[in-house]
């Protein structure tokens, strides 16, 4: 899972916006490339700008881990 989640390192994407994480301050998303539940981890989104729970954002993959992606707004 590792491997093919540095795949995505630098690729521009979708993002359904699902929550916010106050612990890293960082949106949590999910786009095509997961699961609809918890098995795929989650796309940790950084935002200077207020997003909204539901919203559609387009981001660009930074790093990723075993079941996580971190990325940026674009």
């Known amino acids: 899972m590792s491997e093919l989640n540095?795949?995505?390192?630098?690729?521009?994407?979708?993002?359904?916006?699902?929550?916010?994480?106050?612990?890293?301050?960082?949106?949590?998303?999910?786009?095509?490339?997961?699961a609809p539940d918890d098995i795929d981890g989650y796309i940790y989104i950084y935002s200077a700008k207020e997003l909204k729970i539901g919203e559609v954002v387009k981001i660009k993959i930074l790093d990723s881990d075993v079941n996580t992606l971190e990325a940026q707004l674009v």
Not at 8 to 15: F, M, N, Y
Not at 17 to 25: A, K, V
């Open 6 to 34: 540095k795949k995505h390192i630098g690729t521009i994407t979708d993002a359904l916006i699902i929550d916010y994480d106050m612990e890293s301050y960082a949106y949590i998303g999910r786009n095509y490339a997961f």
